[in-house]
């Protein structure tokens, strides 16, 4: 039983030496090869545009500008959320 443990593992390491010699690899491979993802989230309510138009608002005059801006935040965030 050991001898064929060890015929296994040798053949598994002839597999892997040549897929790596070759350099021949399919999208699995690629996949768990590469570093993994990262992804980071933040809240809106913390973007510098969310907070320039609440302090516009609490002023009592909110530009125009700054209201695109705020609607623009808005509509790639819902563009995200849906795709």
Do not use: C, W, Y
């Amino acid at each position: 039983m050991l001898d064929l443990d060890k015929t296994i593992n040798d053949l598994f390491a002839k597999l892997d030496t040549k897929l790596e010699g070759d350099g021949k690899r399919d999208a699995i491979d690629e996949i768990l090869l590469a570093s993994p993802r990262e992804t980071t989230v933040t809240s809106l309510a913390d973007h510098e545009v969310v907070k320039q138009f609440r302090q516009e608002a609490t002023d009592g005059f909110v530009r125009v500008d700054t209201a695109r801006r705020l609607l623009t935040l808005i509509q790639v965030a819902v563009d995200v959320a849906l795709a």
